[in-house]
């Protein structure tokens, strides 16, 4: 259960159950079902650990252990009766349609709390089991183990006891197994058991550890919320049976002698009793006689320390015991206790870790006394001149209440109260009074013990007449949506009569009338949830028990305006300025009720928020919708913002309008400084920012440099803070100013600042002066050049024939020098620089020099053209064909054994352009050409060397001749063969050409190409190769074709033969399959398959037959496809064999091949005793003989050739090599 008794946990604690106690109650589940007509089903949960006793049809008890829910039917729907013991109750909770009984623990203890005349009824036996219908498989609980289930300490009939068997000792260890005598048990129980016990508690101390002294339960420890111990559980009778020998002999004697002296405590002395306290003392425990016989001549041990605790119990004897003391004094006073109340008393002893058996209960009733205090009187009713009034009756407190005292203060409210009745009775009535007149009134009882306190004083009134109109609602203060209203009190009413008020409220224009907006006894109302700027009209109306006044005057008031939204549009006008900008809103679009009086302007500077805010001024205040905002810094940003005043209030601030005034240029800048000491051809030069950056950051610095001149120019541009000025001349004073520049331009320039270089290289030389003498020599002069301080000490002269890469060609003091070995008609450029002892000058600028013209040089390279490119300028083009499908037409070309193409680059002209070449063969005449780079000698001998050298011409004269070159011309091609057709069938013809083998050699060098006109005219390549003949294939019978062929070899191509025409023959007829031969008794039919007609011949068959040996002979020519051969010999053998005949129109026959033959042997002679079997097995024999075609017979012979050579070659192999 939820809750446990001290003596519950010590007796689970000594039976030694490993089980975790659930917290949650016992659950009544109920379920609705259709068992037996309208039957519900209740589900008992059984938490874990926890034991389920119920009682079977048969009589036998049955126990079922936790977790389990048993089922439960009851057939008329009703949940049954739970008798739960004292100090617990039963509460019904159902959810989503499912009813729970809890049994829960009662409240706290509360002593005295029953009069001895209301407790429980004992629950009658079995008297819920009459609702119960046994079920299949369902078992019924006992309805005293309910309440064992539940509270663990409801009674239990003895005659159930015998009916637990020893084994399930477990299972009722929470239930009240001991009769109702309590102590009266404990004296029968034998030696062993109270041993057994005395060893099971010091068991239970050494595994829970050393507790402390006031701990109860059987050394358990429990917490300063558990309840108190139930005294019917802790006198129950100790464990027993084999489950318990486990830990005998454990405890020493001095233990055993101990605990029996805790247990033999008598009960206590109750002395003094009160009303509300009685006073208690007891003996302590006292030490058996066998323990002063032990002790005889022996000093006795110290005698132990007892901690004492008492338990009270106002519900019985057997009821809950709740601890009232504990401590170390052998007495107590019990305070806070009920007058007329039975209470029950026990004390316990304990000392170190063992705890006694609780004593006998002792009983003692607490006195009578005056009531308790009652409740003050209430009005049930009255009027003007009357009241009635009624009370409750207090608790008696063990007397019998006998009359009442009812004091008032006549209505006066001095505080004096005189006696208005006197009597048994709860109400009064009181006539004659005042009217709306306030009286006074308290109460007491009274019975034999004396008085009670007298009641709360409580105030009552008599009712009075309707009250006066009141007077006009007045305003005390006005809001946008609320209105506070206050009244007066109607005059000539009395202070003492109970009026309310009803505050009625109109709006202006609405329609609804007067609606009441308060009722009350205030004076003063707010009404809320107003329009703004609305008129509003109130009337007031009071009353009190007697009705209602007239309604008063009407009072109009009206609510205040709302403060206004924020302006709209907020933007600036136009452009900004550097100092100023005009900013434009429109009007708010909600003005809140009343017009805008004027708008505010402030302005902030700078985008930066400091710590406390930005700071923002007032620019403007006025009515107008534009303002003005000057006197501001250029390039800086400002916020902007506005709102508008009106009767209402300020509106809320728009939000800040980001503006960007345009900067200025920048101001003057201090002028530059010389950093370091100036150079030959260079100054360094510092600065500072201006100290007016015209509101935006510098971006550009400008250097501008002053000469001899007065006229500056720009040499520095960029946003640094220095800078080099190169390019000077040294020992020259110049002067420099400063400006800077912006976003919005440049500043004006600073002061002028002077700076001297210091002496330097010398300058640049002039152009020098060149003078060519020949082709191939020039003389180069030039000047001195300005020495900036220092002698010249000597000139670099350097020449290249381009302009970047010129080479160093005279070092020297002079001013000219003379170069040789140039070639005629070329460019060279040529610098000169000078140099003193403070440095190297700069280079002169490069001259263009060129050359004289001169005759042209040599031919460097000549080489022969290629066959293809030797084309005969001007002859139109022949058509060579490759195949059907390509044609290639090829320009006519010169022969290369008769011409020679020669090819040269044209050598450098020197200047003149070449006009012609000079081509010497040696002993023939040179030959002159134009000017070209190829050329073509013609009329040539084959096969002969020449010895060839080139010199080209222009206007000056002749150039050298090339190195000589040898060329041979190739031998003359061969010339074409005679084609003549060697073979020809309907379809191929073969060709041949030349006296020479059918394959050639790799090593031959002649080679043939042959050619075939086809339908269009055109040869088309057939052959290409060496080879003399040549098969022509897939060609129609009975066509002529035309043919021509060439020879070719390294020396060329030669011409072709000339055409030649071939036709092919016709076809002859396919051959026929071998006829098939059928015996009709003395003849035979033969017959063969059908061939079409050949492009319009007809076709005709021709049959032979050969009879025996003798020669094959014509026995048929037609157009039939069968022929019947009669009289045939019986004893002769035929072969047959057939061919086709083609029948030309304008050629003689054309005969086909035979077929192959077939073979019909004469019929063979049965004798008279030869089955039909036989017979058909001869002519299958026949017919597989007649089968046998002449290329089956030609493969069997090949076979048996084969196999006999193989034979042979293995005899050789054995018995010739071996």
């Not at 066998?290 to 004492?308: K, R």
């Not at 608790?395 to 004096?416: A, F, H, P, R």
């Not at 400002?638 to 240029?665: D, F, M, N």
Request: net charge negative; glycine share 8%.
């Amino acid at each position: 259960m939820g809750t446990e008794s001290e003596t519950e946990v010590q007796r689970m604690a000594v039976l030694g159950e490993t089980r975790s106690w659930s917290p949650k109650p016992w659950e009544f589940r109920h379920y609705n079902c259709d068992f037996y007509h309208k039957s519900e089903v209740i589900l008992v949960q059984v938490n874990p650990g926890e034991a389920f006793t119920i009682q079977r049809d048969d009589g036998q008890i049955q126990c079922i252990t936790g977790p389990a829910q048993v089922p439960m039917m009851s057939p008329n729907g009703s949940v049954p009766q739970i008798y739960v013991p004292p100090g617990y109750v039963q509460q019904i909770i159902e959810e989503n349609g499912v009813r729970r009984v809890l049994v829960l623990p009662q409240t706290e203890f509360h002593p005295g709390g029953h009069s001895p005349l209301h407790h429980p009824p004992p629950p009658p036996p079995h008297a819920h089991l009459q609702a119960f219908i046994p079920h299949p498989h369902i078992m019924h609980p006992h309805p005293h183990l309910y309440s064992g289930m539940a509270g663990g300490t409801g009674d239990m009939n003895p005659q159930y006891i015998s009916q637990y068997h020893p084994a399930h000792t477990t299972i009722y260890s929470e239930q009240d197994t001991h009769p109702p005598q309590g102590r009266a048990a404990f004296a029968h129980r034998d030696e062993r058991a109270s041993k057994t016990y005395e060893r099971l508690q010091k068991k239970l101390k050494e595994r829970q550890g050393v507790g402390g002294g006031g701990g109860v339960g059987g050394g358990l420890a429990l917490s300063k919320d558990s309840p108190p111990a139930s005294p019917q559980k802790s006198r129950g009778t100790p464990p027993s049976g084999g489950d318990l020998q486990n830990g005998l002999g454990e405890l020493d004697e001095d233990a055993k002698a101990l605990q029996e002296r805790l247990n033999s405590i008598c009960k206590p002395v109750v002395t003094d009793i009160q009303a509300r306290g009685a006073s208690l003392s007891w003996v302590a425990p006292s030490q058996t006689e066998g323990d002063d016989e032990a002790d005889d001549g022996v000093e006795g041990p110290v005698e132990p320390s007892f901690t004492y605790e008492v338990s009270v119990s106002y519900s019985g004897k057997d009821g809950k015991y709740k601890s009232a003391y504990s401590g170390v004094e052998l007495s107590a006073t019990l305070q806070d206790l009920r007058p007329a109340t039975d209470y029950h008393v026990r004390v316990q002893a304990m000392c170190n870790c063992l705890q006694g058996i609780p004593s006998e209960p002792v009983s003692f009733t607490t006195l009578s006394c005056e009531p308790d205090r009652p409740g003050p009187p209430r009005k049930t009713s009255g009027t003007k001149s009357s009241l009635v009034l009624q009370w409750k009756a207090p608790c008696d407190n063990g007397s019998k209440i006998q009359n009442y005292i009812l004091q008032w203060d006549e209505g006066k409210g001095t505080g004096v109260f005189e006696q208005c009745y006197y009597g048994p009775l709860k109400t009064y009535r009181l006539t004659k009074l005042s009217t709306a007149s306030r009286y006074s009134f308290r109460l007491a009882a009274k019975n034999d013990m004396g008085v009670s306190e007298f009641s709360e004083v409580v105030h009552i009134m008599t009712s009075c007449s309707v009250p006066a109109p009141p007077l006009s609602p007045e305003l005390i203060q006005s809001g946008v949506t609320w209105l506070c209203v206050r009244w007066h009190r109607p005059a000539g009413s009395p202070k003492e009569d109970e009026i309310s008020y009803v505050l009625e409220m109109e709006e202006e224009g609405s329609g609804y009338g007067f609606q009441a907006s308060y009722d009350g006894d205030e004076l003063s109302h707010t009404v809320r949830n107003l329009h703004r700027s609305t008129t509003y009209r109130f009337r007031v109306i009071a009353y009190n028990a007697e009705g209602k006044s007239n309604p008063s005057s009407v009072s109009e008031f009206t609510t205040a305006p709302d403060r206004p939204s924020c302006p709209c549009r907020l933007a600036v006008k136009g452009k900004p300025h550097p100092t100023s900008f005009r900013l434009t809103w429109d009007p708010p679009k909600d003005n809140g009720g009343s017009d805008v009086t004027k708008y505010v302007v402030e302005l902030s500077e700078g985008l930066s928020v400091c710590i406390s805010g930005p700071s923002w001024n007032q620019v403007y205040c006025g009515s107008a919708m534009e303002c003005v905002c000057d006197d501001l810094s250029p390039g800086c940003s400002y916020q902007a913002r506005v709102h508008c005043i009106s009767a209402g209030g300020e509106s809320q601030l728009t939000e800040p309008l980001q503006v960007q005034t345009p900067p200025v240029p920048p101001g003057p800048c201090q002028p530059p400084r010389v950093i370091g000491k100036p150079k030959a051809r260079e100054v360094q030069l510092r600065w500072a920012p201006p100290l007016v950056d015209g509101g935006s950051a510098v971006s550009l610095y400008s250097v501008e440099m002053f000469a001899q001149v007065d006229e500056g120019w720009e040499v520095y541009q960029g946003s640094e803070l220095d800078c080099t000025v190169g390019s000077l001349l040294p020992g020259r004073t110049y002067s420099f100013r400063l400006r800077a520049a912006n976003k919005a331009g440049y500043g004006p320039f600073s002061e002028r600042s002077e700076a001297t270089t210091g002496p330097g290289a010398p300058e640049a030389c002039r152009p020098p002066h060149i003078n060519c003498k020949s082709p191939t020599c020039a003389v180069i002069s030039w000047e001195a050049p300005p020495c900036n301080g220092a002698a010249v000490s000597e000139y670099r002269l350097e020449w290249g024939a381009a302009e970047g890469s010129m080479q160093m060609c005279y070092t020297g003091a002079a001013l000219s020098h003379e170069m040789r070995g140039l070639l005629p008609a070329t460019n060279y450029f040529c610098r000169v620089q000078a140099v003193n002892v403070a440095g190297v000058g700069p280079f002169s600028e490069a001259v263009l020099c060129q050359t004289p013209c001169s005759v042209p040089a040599p031919v460097s390279s000549v080489h022969t053209l290629r066959e293809s490119e030797m084309i005969v300028e001007g002859s139109r083009t022949i058509e060579r064909g490759e195949d059907e499908e390509d044609e290639e037409a090829r320009p006519l070309l010169y022969s290369p054994s008769t011409c020679l193409g020669l090819c040269w680059e044209a050598p450098c002209d020197h200047g003149s352009e070449i006009t012609s070449y000079l081509i010497d063969l040696g002993e023939k005449q040179p030959i002159l050409t134009g000017p070209v780079t190829k050329y073509i000698i013609q009329n040539l001998q084959p096969d002969t060397t020449y010895r060839i050298r080139i010199q080209a011409l222009n206007s000056l004269g002749v150039g050298p001749f090339s190195h000589t070159f040898k060329l041979k011309t190739k031998p003359l091609p061969p010339l074409p063969p005679r084609l003549e057709c060697t073979a020809s069938s309907h379809q191929t013809l073969r060709l041949k050409w030349g006296d020479g083998p059918a394959k050639a050699q790799p090593t031959d060098s002649l080679q043939y190409h042959l050619q075939m006109e086809d339908k269009n005219g055109r040869f088309i390549s057939l052959y290409k190769g060496p080879c003399h003949t040549h098969k022509v294939q897939r060609l129609n019978e009975s066509t002529s074709y035309a043919f021509r062929i060439q020879a070719f070899n390294e020396a060329g191509e030669g011409p072709f033969s000339t055409v030649y025409t071939f036709t092919t023959p016709r076809s002859p007829p396919a051959p026929l399959k071998a006829p098939r031969v059928e015996r009709v008794d003395e003849s035979c039919e033969v017959s063969w398959e059908t061939l079409p007609p050949m492009k319009g011949d007809p076709v005709v068959y021709c049959l032979q037959s050969m009879q025996g040996n003798s020669e094959f002979k014509q026995i048929y020519k037609g157009s039939a496809t069968s022929y019947q051969l009669p009289n045939l010999s019986s004893s002769t053998e035929y072969r047959f064999r057939v061919c086709a005949i083609r029948q030309c129109q304008d050629a003689p026959e054309i005969i086909g091949p035979y077929s192959s033959t077939i073979i019909l042997l004469p019929p063979r002679v049965d004798t008279p005793g030869v089955s039909g079997t036989t017979g058909s097995k001869a002519a299958e024999a026949q017919k597989q003989k007649r089968s046998l075609t002449d290329e089956q017979f030609s493969f069997l012979i090949i076979a048996l050739l084969a196999v006999t050579s193989i034979l042979i070659a293995v005899a050789i192999q054995y018995f010739v090599i071996e």
